[in-house]
């Protein structure tokens, strides 16, 4: 079992930065695949990062590829999303979620547990 707790959505103007960090419990963290998600009201559920257990491979959306950085600390249990050079289309609901699996995938129903989500709204 595996619980995620995110932290550090808020309001920023457009060409701002956010970083998103998503702590876990549990002794097996490094066992798990992460990844972020984001959901905009009345759209589905989104990936926008993924990275491997051991942080060697990630995976980007098209859509935040060079502006937004997806890390891992096992030794903390967390996982962050570095977010630049945001955009109001990047407005959302941002998920963490982890995978019972050691590389990543992008695929929402691949992933086993879930954060409550962190809001991030971009204004123009």
């Known amino acids: 079992q595996v619980q995620l707790v995110e932290s550090g959505g808020g309001l920023v103007q457009a060409g701002g930065s956010l970083r998103l960090s998503c702590a876990a419990s549990?002794?097996?963290?490094?066992?798990?695949?992460m990844g972020w998600f984001r959901q905009a009201p009345g759209k589905e559920r989104d990936v926008v990062a993924c990275?491997?257990?051991?942080?060697?491979?990630?995976y980007y959306a098209y859509s935040v590829k060079g502006r937004f950085s997806i890390s891992r600390d096992n030794a903390k249990n967390t996982v962050y999303l570095q977010m630049n050079s945001l955009k109001p289309e990047d407005t959302a609901v941002y998920y963490c979620?982890?995978?019972?699996?050691?590389?990543?995938?992008?695929?929402?129903?691949?992933?086993?547990?879930w954060g409550q989500g962190t809001q991030v709204t971009v204004s123009s």
């Open positions: 990275i491997s257990w051991s942080a060697n491979i990630t």
């Open positions: 979620a982890a995978a019972s699996r050691r590389g990543y995938t992008s695929r929402v129903d691949e992933y086993d547990y």
């Open positions: 549990g002794r097996t963290f490094s066992s798990y695949a």
